[in-house]
């Protein structure tokens, strides 16, 4: 007995040594397991002892290497004293005078050297400060990655060193740049700081992600969806799930926004980072990234909704329903509950709502883009293969539907908090619109956009085949001036079938995406129009050469209708929507070729509209058939009023008593005839510009085969002439006061004849000075002396 080692007295034992005995030697029988906790206890030690000599080693490096680094620094204050030193000694033993001078040329190296040494010391404070801040964010995260590591189980004590790590992260970077700014020539310290931080980094944000995950398990995120049925999407609320944002309590909302809360400020101090080190670039692009913790809420979600969605394949309307559900469920949690935290953080920029529903409607572009459109695109590349019509034209439309309709409703959701879309730029209307999925794949846009053009054109023939629907007017009420156009119903079929495009084609989130839409679909429309009115005026021409009134009338209406859309077109035109398609279009194409005709457009051109070109067409189209219509009218009238121009002897006779001569009757009757079925059927914007041309026209007819064809008047001939000249002008009095202003060549002849003899005799050395006295202002010194000489007075 003798031989057994007694036990220590109590009173000399550790607390904690007295707990680990009290824990394991509770009994009698934990006695007999004494050998076996010796043993542990032993290993235990020999761990212990093997981490204190690896920390003692770890610290005996670092203290060697700062003993270098200050040995370094010492080293060179000792050189720098030595100069001054030098310095000192050699401008004392210079004379009064060579120290003057000594001294002016020795100052500017000694600020220089001064200048050095400061920078030096500058240089080693920072350096050693960055260090040390490097150093402790280090040991943090390795504090917390080895608490992971061991599964320990204190989550607050974790939460403190991450916090920790993060304030120092924080206290680095404002040390970072403000170095950028000050000593911008250090950049490798910076460089060599920034590599050590990012290091830490790349393990910092799994770690806080991991734990939020966690968080989020514990608190039963994402709810059940299991008992969603396609009957219960519609209704408001769930009652059978509650929102667990809102039920969570005590501890477990306590962690759960302390976790939300560091991840912001992570991600605060991750945009920091970036807008220093791409200072100069385009910020913008990098700078904003989705909210991390908004990230977490949505993924979960996403998986769980995506099991629903692989049922409803063939009905994409309960897809949509659920994600709408989902995202308007739980978006009060994201303004009540986790904006205030976001705010906390000072994460500026960022808004939990608009977040939570981008995320929510990038899932759904996700699944759309991945797992719906291939499909529809499969059964259309199987349709154009084999020619058999199949539904996937109308399926794809109606997918289209869908989203317009979807993205309308999430608008609506967005602007409840008060950011109303229509002030943002692309970059927020393209993360809440389902159509975003167009934005990587512009070939499926381009797919939609032939789609809806061939839906329209099928839809327009049958109205385009009824004549009744080119001869029918349509009063003009459309647009929003009071012209009326006298279109026919065909045009506004084109344009209600136009603007249905439009109003689709205004749902794509981005400018560029809405100006590829509309020159694919849109523009082609607006070209088909334009050829068939050109065909229909041609087909007219080609088979009377527009001398009967059914092919006058079929011109005439193609005119309405081109006016009227042009009238459309500009009205557009200065819609800041188009405007803005048309100066994209211009930026794309740089020195601006058109993609389908390859005509040259200059650049400055575009900023007039996307449908500047159609415009241009159609004013062209009414130009060239109003000077149509006016050249044939006036040539009816030429050949009716031939014999009448050839009558020379008539300004030589008597008058036998007719106000206005009879060979002229006749064009008179056709004139007025033919100017009653235009004004009627044509519009009366272009009827003017027709009258005014025929006008033109008949005034140089009457004076180059009358009044300068070497035709002598008499007095008598002088009467008939301005009865004649007074009834053809008469005409045209239903259109204006004084139609004689369009007469002027005519009007001025009958001037000079009516002139008394002496007055054209004084006139014999005709000048202009004369012509100006007179009145004669269209007429030139050679047409005056040629009706000047055709003049016989016989009185």
């Known amino acids: 007995m003798d031989s057994l080692q007694s036990l220590p007295p109590l009173s000399t034992l550790s607390t904690s040594a007295s707990a680990i005995l009290n824990s394991k030697l509770g009994t009698d029988h934990d006695l007999t397991r004494a050998p076996c906790l010796v043993s542990d206890l032993l290993t235990q030690c020999d761990d212990l002892d093997r981490t204190v000599i690896h920390l003692n080693r770890t610290l005996e490096s670092s203290l060697a290497f700062y003993a270098s680094f200050s040995d370094r620094i010492g080293d060179l204050f000792g050189d720098v004293n030595s100069k001054l030193t030098d310095l000192g000694s050699s401008v004392c033993s210079r004379s009064s005078v060579s120290d003057e001078e000594g001294l002016g040329e020795e100052l500017p190296a000694l600020a220089k050297e001064v200048a050095r040494v400061e920078t030096v010391r500058a240089y080693a404070e920072i350096a050693s400060k960055l260090d040390n801040l490097v150093g402790d964010i280090e040991d943090a995260v390795s504090s917390t990655m080895n608490k ?15 916090l920790v790590a993060i304030k120092t992260l924080k206290l680095t970077e404002d040390l970072l740049t403000s170095v950028t700014k000050t000593r911008p020539q250090w950049v490798r310290l910076v460089s060599a700081v920034d590599h050590r931080v990012d290091r830490a980094l790349a393990i910092l944000r799994p770690l806080a992600i991991a734990d939020h995950r966690a968080l989020l398990t514990s608190l039963r995120w994402p709810p059940p969806l299991s008992n969603l049925t396609s009957s219960s999407l519609d209704t408001r609320k769930s009652n059978e799930v509650p929102n667990p944002l809102f039920t969570m309590q005590g501890d477990l909302k306590h962690q759960y926004c302390e976790n939300f809360l560091a991840l912001c400020r992570l991600q605060e101090l991750q945009r920091q980072r970036k807008s220093r080190q791409l200072e100069g670039h385009n910020r913008e692009v990098a700078l904003h990234q989705p909210l991390w913790a908004i990230e977490e809420l949505v993924n979960p979600v996403s998986v769980a909704s995506q099991r629903h969605f692989s049922k409803w ?66 059964q259309l590349e199987e349709e154009s293969m084999t020619g058999i019509q199949s539904q996937a034209r109308t399926s794809w439309l109606h997918l289209v539907d869908l989203m317009v309709s979807f993205d309308k409703r999430i608008k609506s959701l967005v602007e409840q908090s008060g950011i109303f879309l229509s002030l943002q730029e692309d970059g927020t209307l393209r993360k809440i619109s389902s159509l975003s999925v167009f934005c990587d794949r512009p070939d499926w846009l381009d797919l939609w956009a032939e789609i809806e053009l061939a839906e329209t054109l099928e839809k327009l023939k049958s109205e385009m085949d009824k004549e009744k629907n080119w001869t029918k007017k349509v009063q003009g009420a459309v647009l929003s001036n009071s012209d009326d156009y006298k279109s026919p119903a065909v045009g506004s ?117 996307i449908f500047h070109e159609e415009i241009v067409k159609f004013e062209d189209f009414r130009t060239e058939w109003v000077e149509k219509i006016s050249v044939v009218v006036l040539r009816g009238f030429d050949a009716r009023c031939r014999d009448y121009i050839k009558n020379r002897r008539q300004w030589q006779e008597r008058s036998e008593g007719w106000t206005v001569s009879k ?133």
Request: hydrophobic share 40%.
């Open 148 to 162: 992971n590591l061991r599964n320990d189980p204190s989550t607050r004590n974790s939460e403190e060193t991450r």
């Open 313 to 378: 394949i063939d009905k994409p309307e309960f897809i949509f329903a659920l994600v709408y559900k989902i995202t308007r469920d739980y978006v009060d949690s994201m303004d009540e509950l986790l904006q205030p935290l976001v705010d906390e953080a000072m994460l500026t920029g960022y808004s939990c709502r608009e977040e939570w529903i981008s995320a929510m409607v990038d899932s759904l572009s996700t699944y759309l883009a991945k797992e719906i459109f291939p499909i529809y695109v499969g």
């Open 493 to 609: 079929s084109i344009f209600r079938c136009l603007s249905s495009l439009v109003d689709r084609c205004r749902s794509l989130p981005t400018v560029s995406l809405r100006s590829r839409f509309l020159r694919l679909a849109g523009t082609p429309l607006v070209k088909m129009f334009l050829d068939c009115l050109l065909l229909r005026c041609q087909e007219a021409e080609g088979l009377t050469a527009l001398t009967d009134d059914d092919a006058l009338m079929k011109v005439t209406n193609s005119i309405n209708a081109a006016h009227f859309a042009e009238s459309i077109l500009k009205e557009w035109r200065e819609d800041v929507f188009f405007l803005e398609m048309g100066l994209d279009q211009g930026d794309q194409l740089g020195a601006s070729v058109t993609e389908n005709s390859g005509s040259e457009i200059p650049i400055e051109e575009y900023g007039n509209g």
């Open 663 to 795: 060979a002229l009757v006749g064009a008179l009757d056709y004139l007025q005839g033919k100017m009653s079925v235009i004004e009627e059927n044509l519009n009366r914007l272009d009827f003017a510009g027709i009258w005014r041309s025929l006008a033109a026209g008949v005034d140089r007819l009457i004076f180059n085969g009358i009044l300068i064809s070497n035709v002598k008047f008499h007095d008598n001939g002088v009467e008939r002439f301005g009865y004649d000249l007074e009834v053809l002008v008469g005409v045209f009095r239903a259109w204006c006061l004084r139609p004689e202003g369009f007469f002027p060549k005519a009007s001025e002849g009958l001037k000079l004849l009516k002139m008394e003899k002496k007055q054209l005799q004084d006139g014999l050395a005709v000048g202009e000075k004369w012509m100006k006295e007179n009145g004669i202002r269209h007429l030139g010194v050679a047409e005056v002396e040629k009706i000047r000489k055709n003049r016989v007075f016989t009185k």
